[in-house]
């Protein structure tokens, strides 16, 4: 009880910060830097260096009560299928702007929900992809699955077209806890699910589960826990559940008298990172897990582990190109995110321009917190012989930071020859720690919680 009153007292069951899946966050974003820096940036890519591409289908059958992304229902393909139409035509603005020769390291089909693509269209927006972004070598396709979304004939399409990983939503298998979030998702589905993507040969499994639902319990989620071992996964994404209803107005939908309070939120992703790594997923970062010989875990033990928007990666690609509504691209000097509302998306791109409506151009001091930022995140320490490798005698901002952070920290991190590490015992402020290094706190902002 003792460490619970002294994370407590550091703010973890009061701070709101962000997740710095980016930095600055899109909270800074602002409309004076558009589709004018998107051109620019595009067009002065080297050839030489592969990118990722990410492609956003922001279209579900069922709007979950959970989510915070940017859907829509629909309860039928025709707009699905004028979508891949303007997505296609986006694809053809974006070639006419990139310099010849642009391969991708990565591709990543997020949403929403991908799966609610036919097999037909499957091959025709894979295609138009290719055409603009040939892969290169050891090119990875990743793509986000709803179980109940799928079928082999989807899973036979997308394997052709090269899918090398899939990530599978679950969030929690228990009926009381899917009927308060609006998920109804049975493990048998599910499980058929996971044996039609093997037997397609799909070799990496990644699921992803969330802590703090309503109704949640231990016992409630280590059952699911149990379920989801039994698919033998690569990866596993353990995401805390963010309720903000300011921002997703399907979230008042969930009774918040159901909701776990803190200590027993703070108890289920102790619980389940227990379990995980116990059935030998090691931690990769404060919310995943990875297989020894996974990609995700050869990164966190190398020191080459990443974050971006789709949270702890293997990807060392410096540029992103995001495709489709609300799409964030992340080029070395900022960000860009396409027209959030898809009406507006579709708007620009007919119109014959490119999507990005609003953005940061990052200046060389946003740089070098940037990347701070993200070796707190993903290794828990902050070296500044590392930075200053990359940024030389600018890293002595970021140095002159550390004597503080750790005076504020003391007992929960260790400070030897510029180098700031987080014990075990005060990982769980990751987060919090990570934004003291933040010089972007914009008024008025609610960012989710910090356990």
Not at 8 to 30: N, Q
Not at 205 to 234: C, M, W
Not at 422 to 450: M, N, Q, W
């Amino acid at each position: 009880m003792e460490h619970i009153d002294t994370l407590k007292a550091h703010g973890l069951f009061d701070a709101r910060v962000p997740r710095y899946t980016s930095y600055p966050t899109a909270a800074v974003f602002t409309t004076d830097v558009r589709d004018d820096f998107q051109a620019q940036s595009l067009g002065s890519l080297d050839p030489d260096v592969p990118v990722s591409v990410y492609l956003h289908i922001p279209f579900c059958e069922r709007l979950c009560w959970f989510c915070a992304c940017h859907t829509q229902g629909t309860v039928t393909l025709s707009p699905v299928e004028s979508y891949v139409g303007t997505l296609e035509a986006e694809l053809e603005l974006l070639r006419a702007t990139l310099p010849k020769g642009i391969r991708m390291g990565r591709l990543h089909w997020g949403g929403g929900t991908p799966t609610i693509l036919p097999p037909h269209l499957i091959h025709r927006l894979a295609k138009a992809v290719r055409d603009v972004f040939p892969p290169a070598e050891d090119f990875e396709f990743s793509v986000e699955i709803d179980p109940t979304m799928v079928d082999r004939a989807k899973i036979d399409a997308l394997a052709a077209e090269g899918m090398t990983r899939a990530s599978i939503g679950i969030q929690d298998f228990d009926p009381l806890v899917q009927a308060a979030i609006g998920r109804e998702q049975p493990f048998e589905v599910t499980r058929a699910c996971v044996e039609d993507l093997r037997a397609a040969g799909i070799t990496s499994l990644n699921t992803d589960l969330v802590y703090g639902l309503p109704h949640q319990t231990e016992a409630r989620i280590s059952d699911t826990i149990d379920k989801v071992l039994t698919f033998a996964p690569d990866r596993v994404a353990l995401f805390g559940y963010a309720h903000v209803p300011w921002v997703s107005k399907r979230q008042k939908l969930i009774d918040e008298d159901a909701l776990p309070d803190d200590l027993a939120r703070y108890h289920l992703a102790q619980l389940a990172a227990e379990r995980f790594e116990a059935a030998g997923l090691p931690a990769v970062g404060i919310d995943h897990f990875a297989r020894p010989g996974d990609e995700l875990d050869t990164a966190r033990r190398t020191g080459r582990l990443r974050r971006n928007f789709q949270g702890y990666t293997a990807d060392t690609c410096q540029t992103l190109i995001g495709l489709g509504a609300s799409s964030i691209s992340r080029f070395p000097n900022g960000y860009i995110q396409n027209a959030p509302a898809t009406a507006a998306y579709i708007q620009r791109i007919t119109a014959g321009q490119l999507a990005g409506s609003r953005g940061y151009e990052m200046n060389f001091d946003d740089q070098i917190r940037a990347r701070a930022i993200e070796r707190v995140m993903c290794d828990f320490r902050l070296d500044i012989a590392d930075l200053q490798e990359e940024f030389r005698a600018q890293a002595a901002n970021i140095a002159s930071l550390l004597p503080q952070v750790a005076a504020k920290f003391d007992g929960l991190v260790s400070l030897q020859n510029q180098c700031l590490e987080i014990k075990s015992e005060g990982r769980a402020l990751t987060r919090i720690i990570a934004s003291c290094f933040d010089a972007h706190v914009p008024e008025g902002v609610r960012y989710s919680r910090a356990s």
